[in-house]
């Protein structure tokens, strides 16, 4: 059986981060969740682990 989705709290507590680190990593699409609701979130301590282990590179400005 998998493991419980997690509130922001928990998965700060989890990874030893501050709440508005978690936060931060989802608003830049950088750790993935599920929507609860119209403002919940919930997420998956194991992908989210996967997701930080892979390099993030900011998206190029593209110029015209």
């Known amino acids: 059986m998998s493991d419980p ?6 998965l700060a507590v989890a990874l030893g981060v501050h709440k508005t680190t978690i936060t931060r990593l989802t608003a ?11 403002r ?6 194991e992908a989210v682990v996967v997701a930080l282990s892979v390099p993030f590179t900011k998206p190029k400005n593209k110029t015209k």
Not at 40 to 45: E, F, I, M, P, T
């Open 5 to 10: 989705l997690l509130t922001r709290d928990q």
């Open 28 to 38: 830049l699409g950088r750790i993935p969740f599920v929507s609860v609701g119209r």
């Open 40 to 45: 919940g979130k919930r997420y998956d301590r």
